[in-house]
């Protein structure tokens, strides 16, 4: 069964293309390599054996899109990765991330009602749930104020697809709130390849301890945490990939319950900054450099999943500890060294 992946070469879009393929799907990627680069595709058939087929086009151009669709009759679902996800620059750049978050999905929903296809998985993340106070946030805790222009535009495409679905019956979606992906494949083939500075806390702790920054700066030691630091729910990026083929499934063969439904997507447990650079050091060996500053605008203080409906509804829980995850993550980080 033929798959699209917008944003395939991307982090997470690579990840499940891999998990796509041994699960007997045929992914077909569209990406226009704004932030992901075209070697991707060889680490994807370095583990699957497989390059899969893809094209390299704005899914905001329509026109593409449309050309697309006509010689790819035999699509059946799409998983939507494509956006831009940079926090700090959506504050500065608002207009460029609405316009390329938005218009691509309404053009992919469009298209499908056109060509006939009924199931998208859309990429959203934990962002919605803004400043929570509630704590472990579930799918129905309130969706509050968005932080920053990236942050709304998932917002906003939430409730596009919620009202597309409510006067489609036939529209069949699943919206995926991931909460903070960590990790690559445990092959090394494949894993975050953040272009400059990463805002992320993982990127920049291996690239700390391999020796590209200085130092890792850690956003504040005064939040109302056990030890100060902000909290997170961290979770293997293959367990997320895993995640999709799963929610692809229930579309496919119509177990869901609506024909939009909302998943949170973690572990379920909240890890601070300070713990993140104990587990780095307990894989690595090596002791991080780091240094405590100011709080970063924008953070929230502690935020983790309530799992219990993701678990109950798709039977899908993460399997890798956090040293697990943190370890591919530093081993990517290796391997990109030696290939430079
Ligand atoms: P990524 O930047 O690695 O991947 C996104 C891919 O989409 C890139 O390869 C990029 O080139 C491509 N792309 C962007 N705009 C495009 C367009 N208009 N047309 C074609 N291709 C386009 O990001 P990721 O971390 O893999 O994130 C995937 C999705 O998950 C995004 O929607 C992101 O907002 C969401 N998300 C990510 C995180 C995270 O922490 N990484 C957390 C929550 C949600
Ligand atoms: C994690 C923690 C930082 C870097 C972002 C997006 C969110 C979602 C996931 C897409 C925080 C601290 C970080 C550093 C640090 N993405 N930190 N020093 O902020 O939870 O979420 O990615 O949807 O929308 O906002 O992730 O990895 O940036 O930070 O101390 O150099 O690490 O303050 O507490 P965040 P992150």
Redesign the pocket.
């Known amino acids: 069964m033929k798959v699209l992946v917008t944003g395939g070469t991307g982090y997470i879009g690579s990840h499940t293309v891999v998990e796509l393929i041994e699960q007997g799907y045929e992914p077909v990627i569209i990406d226009n390599l704004s932030n992901s680069k075209i070697k991707v595709l060889d680490g994807i058939k370095a583990i699957s054996d497989i390059k899969p087929r893809f094209e390299k086009f704005d899914i905001c151009d329509i026109e593409s899109l449309d050309k697309f669709f006509e010689n790819n009759r035999d699509i059946k679902a799409i998983i939507h990765f494509a956006a831009f996800?940079a926090?700090g620059e959506s504050v500065e750049k608002p207009l460029l991330y609405y316009y390329n978050n938005l218009v691509s999905l309404m053009n992919l929903l469009r298209a499908m009602k056109k060509y006939n296809i009924a199931n998208i998985i859309f990429s959203s993340?934990?962002?919605v749930y803004g400043d929570t106070e509630e704590l472990p946030v579930t799918e129905n805790s309130p969706v509050l104020p968005a932080q920053s222009p990236?942050?709304n535009t998932?917002q906003i495409a939430e409730e596009i697809l919620s009202d597309h679905a409510a006067s489609h019956k036939d529209f069949n979606s699943i919206s995926l709130r991931?909460f903070?992906p960590i990790g690559a494949h445990p092959s090394a083939h494949i894993g975050e390849l953040p272009i400059g500075e990463p805002?992320?806390?993982?990127p920049?702790i291996t690239q700390t301890g391999i020796g590209i920054r200085k130092e890792?700066?850690?956003?504040?030691n005064n939040y109302n945490t056990p030890d100060g630091t902000?909290i997170?729910d961290y979770l293997h990026v293959v367990d997320l990939a895993k995640a999709h083929v799963v929610a692809l499934k229930r579309l496919i063969d119509r177990s869901n319950k609506r024909n939009y439904e909302v998943f949170n997507l973690g572990t379920g447990k909240g890890v601070s900054?300070l713990e993140m650079i104990e587990s780095f050091n307990r894989v690595s060996g090596l002791s991080l450099n780091y240094k405590i500053v100011d709080r970063?605008p924008g953070?929230v203080e502690k935020i983790w999943a309530d799992t219990s409906y993701s678990a109950k509804e798709l039977r899908w829980e993460t399997e890798s500890s956090l040293d697990e995850a943190i370890k591919t993550a530093w081993d990517w980080e290796k391997r990109l060294a030696k290939e430079k």
């Not at 890792?216 to 504040?220: M, P, R, T, W």
């Open positions: 996800k926090v993340s934990c962002t990236y942050g998932k991931y903070n805002e992320n806390l993982v920049y890792l700066q850690v956003f504040g902000a997170r900054v970063r953070d």
